[in-house]
């Protein structure tokens, strides 16, 4: 039932060029210019009308609409928040007719998402779900869905669902920005024939895991890790960082590089693995700063950037490429090293990978 790998987490990470493919099947024409979404049944008076979109949902589903929030921003110029589902429904949330709530969660069953669910559509708000689950709760209570096509996800940590969640939400910020005018035809087009090559790409990334073996190998023993990145980066920084401590029990913080010298400088000590992420090009200069300043205080940096950006090489200790993409799909791409970090430690530790401790595949209860 494992496919011949030792665990139920390793055989989903490489299953992800396949359910990326999945998931993109069909909702894209033919020539590649549109984006086909019949599952949102929206008038076009209403996608013109939608004044704020908000993000609801859980873990690592939360960190899928972290990356939602800067495409849709970038692609739909419609403001986004993001709020964890917990937070949402508790705290008297300003949402109307007017905001079209997205909630994520690969079972469907989360009981916080649930409940978000249910708060945005008393308030008259428009529900679309992201779910991996057909006719979950979350499923048969939205107004649309967006099915990710992962297939049975069993280990715990979430992997497969996150990518495809990332696939649903550019599908949905391309379908928006297609519906509003936002983005000019060329755009769309050429963002839509980049993320239909993605699948390849992220093949090309799984056959490339030997480093990421070898700095696991390497580091396994730290207590203390740090995840840095800037704009879309940062978005999956914190992804990675979840992974790590919830497979391997390593102390893991996230931080937007920006942030490092406003406190979080303090504890970056000899040999303290960073994890620089580094794929945004508009960035990137400012990432070549930030790995400088942890460098100065004798971090070993590994860091994740695209092809063709060899001037990282002079700052880190060792880097990981990533194939070329548009800039704005790069977190499909880049999550995929730090699942697979998070994993090679875990074994290296000897934890449970696929049933960490403490943790159930499906919180249905608050
Ligand atoms: C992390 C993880 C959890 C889930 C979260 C939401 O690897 O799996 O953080 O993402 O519990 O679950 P769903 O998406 O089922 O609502």
């Given at each position: 039932?494992?496919?011949?790998?030792?665990?139920?987490?390793?055989?989903?990470?490489?299953?992800?060029?396949?359910?990326?493919?999945?998931?993109?099947?069909?909702?894209?024409?033919?020539?590649?210019?549109?984006?086909?979404?019949?599952?949102i049944?929206?008038?076009?008076?209403?996608?013109?009308?939608?004044?704020?979109?908000?993000?609801?949902?859980?873990?690592?589903?939360?960190?899928?609409?972290?990356?939602?929030?800067?495409?849709?921003?970038?692609?739909?110029?419609?403001?986004?928040?993001?709020?964890?589902?917990?937070?949402?429904?508790?705290?008297?949330?300003?949402?109307?007719?007017?905001?079209?709530?997205?909630?994520?969660?690969?079972?469907?069953e989360?009981?916080?998402?649930l409940?978000?669910?249910?708060?945005?559509?008393?308030r008259?708000?428009?529900?679309?779900?992201?779910?991996?689950?057909?006719?979950?709760?979350?499923?048969?209570?939205?107004?649309?869905?967006?099915?990710?096509?992962?297939?049975?996800?069993?280990?715990?940590?979430?992997?497969?669902a996150?990518?495809?969640?990332?696939?649903?939400?550019?599908?949905?910020?391309?379908?928006?920005?297609?519906?509003?005018?936002?983005?000019?035809a060329?755009?769309?087009?050429?963002?839509?024939?980049?993320?239909?090559?993605?699948?390849?790409?992220?093949?090309?990334?799984?056959?490339?895991?030997?480093?990421?073996?070898?700095?696991?190998?390497?580091?396994?023993?730290?207590?203390?890790?740090?995840?840095?990145g800037?704009?879309?980066?940062?978005?999956?920084?914190?992804?990675?960082s979840?992974?790590?401590?919830?497979?391997?029990?390593?102390?893991?913080?996230?931080?937007?590089a920006?942030?490092?010298?406003?406190?979080?400088?303090?504890?970056?000590?000899?040999?303290?693995?960073?994890?620089?992420?580094a794929?945004?090009k508009?960035?990137?200069e400012?990432?070549?700063?930030?790995?400088?300043?942890?460098?100065a205080?004798?971090a070993?940096?590994?860091?994740?950037?695209?092809?063709?950006?060899?001037?990282?090489?002079?700052v880190?200790?060792?880097?990981?490429?990533?194939?070329?993409?548009?800039?704005?799909?790069?977190?499909?791409?880049?999550?995929?090293?730090?699942?697979?970090?998070?994993?090679?430690?875990?074994v290296?530790?000897?934890?449970?990978v696929?049933?960490?401790?403490?943790?159930?595949k499906?919180?249905?209860?608050?």
């Amino acid at each position: 039932e494992k496919g011949g790998y030792e665990h139920f987490m390793l055989k989903e990470i490489h299953e992800q060029p396949r359910v990326i493919r999945d998931t993109l099947k069909g909702r894209i024409s033919h020539q590649g210019d549109k984006v086909i979404l019949d599952e949102i049944n929206l008038t076009p008076q209403q996608i013109k009308g939608i004044k704020k979109i908000i993000v609801t949902a859980c873990g690592t589903a939360y960190h899928a609409g972290l990356v939602g929030k800067y495409i849709i921003e970038q692609l739909v110029r419609i403001p986004v928040e993001v709020d964890i589902a917990s937070e949402f429904r508790y705290r008297d949330p300003i949402v109307d007719k007017d905001t079209l709530v997205v909630v994520v969660s690969q079972s469907g069953e989360t009981a916080d998402t649930l409940a978000a669910l249910r708060e945005a559509r008393r308030r008259g708000a428009r529900v679309v779900a992201i779910t991996n689950v057909i006719a979950s709760s979350v499923a048969r209570e939205a107004d649309d869905i967006i099915y990710t096509w992962a297939g049975p996800e069993i280990s715990v940590a979430s992997t497969k669902a996150y990518t495809t969640q990332l696939v649903a939400l550019y599908l949905l910020a391309l379908y928006l920005a297609q519906e509003r005018n936002t983005l000019a035809a060329g755009n769309i087009t050429e963002i839509l024939n980049e993320l239909k090559a993605i699948y390849t790409k992220a093949q090309e990334v799984l056959d490339n895991e030997q480093p990421i073996k070898e700095f696991a190998e390497k580091y396994h023993q730290a207590e203390d890790t740090f995840f840095i990145g800037r704009g879309l980066d940062y978005a999956v920084a914190l992804e990675g960082s979840l992974k790590l401590k919830e497979i391997s029990y390593i102390h893991a913080e996230a931080y937007a590089a920006g942030e490092l010298k406003h406190g979080t400088l303090a504890l970056i000590v000899e040999n303290i693995p960073v994890i620089a992420l580094a794929t945004q090009k508009s960035l990137f200069e400012k990432m070549v700063s930030n790995i400088k300043e942890v460098k100065a205080r004798d971090a070993s940096v590994i860091a994740l950037a695209m092809e063709g950006h060899t001037e990282v090489e002079k700052v880190a200790d060792q880097v990981i490429y990533i194939p070329k993409t548009h800039q704005v799909l790069a977190p499909i791409l880049t999550v995929i090293p730090l699942q697979l970090l998070a994993y090679y430690m875990s074994v290296c530790r000897g934890c449970d990978v696929d049933k960490p401790r403490n943790l159930a595949k499906s919180v249905t209860v608050e």
